[in-house]
């Protein structure tokens, strides 16, 4: 084999442990949810889903479960309502 080839496998192997690296400025995914499939996009910074939550809250469990997914990859839920942190202070308080 290579070396050239070795060391960027190397590098690669690197790179996978440094999510930080890797910033996700649009894509689209198709999520199966309980309910049927939904469609959810990110595009630089801004979430948008399918399904009937989202439309009345700009957010909901299918762009939250993305986004814990994919950590530091996208945005820091900034474009989140404030709503937001209170839910996730009472989920984590065992409400």
Not at 60 to 73: D, F, I, P, Q, S
Request: charged residues 20%; negative net charge; glycine residues 8%.
């Amino acid at each position: 084999m290579q070396s050239s080839l070795i060391g960027k496998v190397q590098k690669a192997k690197q790179y996978a442990q440094e999510p930080e690296r890797v910033r996700f400025e649009s894509f689209s995914i198709a999520f199966s949810g309980e309910n049927g499939d939904h469609s959810v996009t990110y595009d630089h910074g801004k979430w948008n889903c399918s399904c009937h939550f989202f439309a009345g809250w700009e957010i909901c469990c299918h762009t939250m479960a993305v986004e814990r997914l994919l950590g530091v990859m996208v945005s820091d839920k900034q474009n989140y309502p404030e709503l937001l942190s209170h839910a996730e202070a009472a989920v984590a308080a065992g409400a």
